[in-house]
């Protein structure tokens, strides 16, 4: 069985900093796209940062230059630093994987439980 585990939300000022950690557990050989996903009440789910197996990254406008997405080299972990927030940084912060292959088969996608971020104001 494979799941991925947010961790790291809470409440922080506006200029502050918060660190989100999303673990995904099982026997995983490899993933081929980590993400995190962003979602605030009466919004759309959003893309807000992507990581390729590469070490590839791609980042929403709104979040460029003051969020970092990095994958770990072990435990197939990906980070999403957040500097400078904001208070519409608020949102649900879900993480992705895509291409997830197992030794018990292949994932096309998987989704985390989420994570609250909350940016006082």
């Known amino acids: 069985q494979v799941q991925l585990v947010e961790s790291g939300g809470g409440l922080v000022q506006p200029g502050g900093s918060l660190r989100l950690s999303c673990a995904a557990s099982g026997s995983i050989f490899s993933i081929k796209v980590l993400g995190w996903y962003r979602q605030a009440p009466g919004k759309q789910r959003e893309l807000v940062a992507a990581?390729?197996?590469?070490?590839?990254?791609d980042y929403a406008d709104s979040v460029k230059g003051r969020f970092t997405i990095s994958r770990g080299s072990a435990q197939n972990t990906v980070y999403l630093q957040g500097n400078s927030l904001k208070p519409e940084d608020t949102a649900v912060y879900f993480c992705?994987?895509?291409?997830?292959?197992?030794?018990?088969?292949?994932?096309?996608?998987?989704w985390g439980q989420g994570t609250q971020v909350t940016v006082s104001s």
């Open positions: 992705n994987a895509a291409g997830i292959r197992t030794s018990g088969g292949f994932y096309g996608s998987l």
């Open positions: 990581i390729s197996s590469g070490g590839s990254a």
